[in-house]
């Protein structure tokens, strides 16, 4: 069998110390590849105006697989302040890389299973009638829509006089009829049905392979009518293929309130940009917070595995690296899964579960410490000896 080739793409802050850490465990468990680096981040929007370069597009377009650190990401006028001066007033505006990765190669998909393991002590814990405490299994796996919505780039500061002329073609617009264009910003909200489909049809086909007994999905169509009923008649649809699935619906804000009140009723929950960038991190919450939340950016012909947590960069410069680098290990175990290494996939998740059930070695945020530089001292596992625990229950 020929030996894949990964691109690893770092990135900044904290994603340059948890990348590598997520390679010393695909080495010990057996997994055979060539990883090639890439450049991506703010350094590069600094140095070239660009932290996307065509040259890390060339590598993906050949290679197809990719892990993903961490990225900086700033406001409009922040980015454009940092910029070098041999480049600013050049028309270089910054935009995410990995959301620009996201549009590029259609990953159309963005997978977060968001599950707890026994023993952490971060699990949610809820209270019951007379005092009483339990803590649910949380098992939701979130399928969010990754390149249209409100991340669709599809916005004006100060919007032209046709873009204008455009948005006055709509009767809401005649409240902001006397508001000057140059004191308007709009976004707009993109579904297609054909990525509304998709993402139904691969909801339903996970949950169906991996026995899962519900599909929801989360949106706000009493209020955002046309994007989320789009969403909501797609799934219906696709909902008839598989009646032994049930087909729930929730908005938004109820169901961020219901998460901490039932987690353990929910099975695969889609949604589109936004709201699923919303209800991925409030599940991951419940399961021990962004040092676990891994996830995958997937489409037809390519796929990027990255933790959802940011570059972090205030943890970057200290002398012993103190993040938790689960996330970006569970998200190579997705990476895994995705080239048919299931069973080391699973091997490394087993070895996890041990080591945070086992609670001999926990990271600062296990120890519900502040992420200082002196937490070591105070019984926390710097980074590298999470990894090393993992690597020894392989």
């Known amino acids: 069998m020929s030996i894949p080739t990964i691109v690893t793409m770092p990135g900044d ?22 990883y090639v680096h890439a450049d991506i981040g703010w350094e590069f929007w600094k140095t070239e105006g660009n932290p996307l370069p065509q040259r890390t597009l060339d590598l993906l377009e050949k290679h197809r697989v990719a892990l993903f650190g961490a990225i900086t990401s700033k406001p409009k006028d922040a980015a454009a302040s940092e910029l070098d001066p041999s480049l600013r007033g050049k028309g270089y505006v910054y935009y995410s890389p990995i959301v620009g990765l996201r549009q590029h190669f259609n990953l159309q998909l963005c997978i ?12 949610f814990i809820r209270r019951g009638a007379g005092g009483s405490t339990d803590e649910p299994k949380v098992d939701v796996v979130i399928f969010r829509q990754n390149t249209e919505g409100l991340y669709s780039g599809v916005e004006w500061t100060g919007p032209s006089d ?28 993109i579904f297609s049905r054909p990525a509304c489909r998709y993402i139904c049809q691969k909801a339903f086909e996970y949950a169906d392979k991996h026995g899962y007994k519900s599909v929801t999905v989360c949106e706000k169509p009493n209020v955002i009518r046309e994007t989320s009923g789009m969403m909501a008649q797609e799934a219906r649809l696709v909902a008839k293929e598989y009646p032994h699935i049930a087909l729930w619906f929730t908005n938004i804000d109820a169901q961020m309130m219901w998460l901490t009140k039932n987690p353990e009723d929910y099975g695969v929950i889609l949604s589109g940009n936004m709201f699923g960038d919303i209800i991925s991190d409030g599940f991951a919450g419940l399961t021990g917070g962004l040092g676990f939340a891994n996830s995958a950016n997937v489409g037809e012909d390519c796929a990027i595995f990255e933790p959802t947590h940011g570059s972090a960069p205030k943890y970057f410069d200290y002398e012993v690296p103190i993040v938790n680098p689960m996330a970006m290990i569970l998200s190579a175990c997705m990476m895994l899964d995705h080239l048919d290494e299931v069973e080391k996939a699973d091997r490394i998740r087993m070895a996890i579960a041990e080591v945070i059930a086992e609670g001999k070695v926990r990271t600062y945020d296990m120890m519900k410490l502040q992420g200082r530089p002196d937490v070591v001292e105070h019984g926390a596992a710097s980074t590298y000896q999470m990894t090393e625990a993992i690597l020894a229950k392989l």
């Open 13 to 34: 802050g904290i994603g340059q110390t948890v990348l590598p850490e997520a390679i010393k465990v695909l080495d010990k468990v057996g997994f055979k590849a060539d």
């Open 112 to 123: 977060r299973p968001c599950r707890s393991f026994t023993g952490n002590p971060l699990n």
């Open 162 to 189: 046709e873009v204008r002329r455009a948005l006055e073609t709509h009767p809401k617009m005649g409240s902001f009829s006397e508001i000057p264009s140059e004191d308007l910003a709009v976004s707009c909200r």
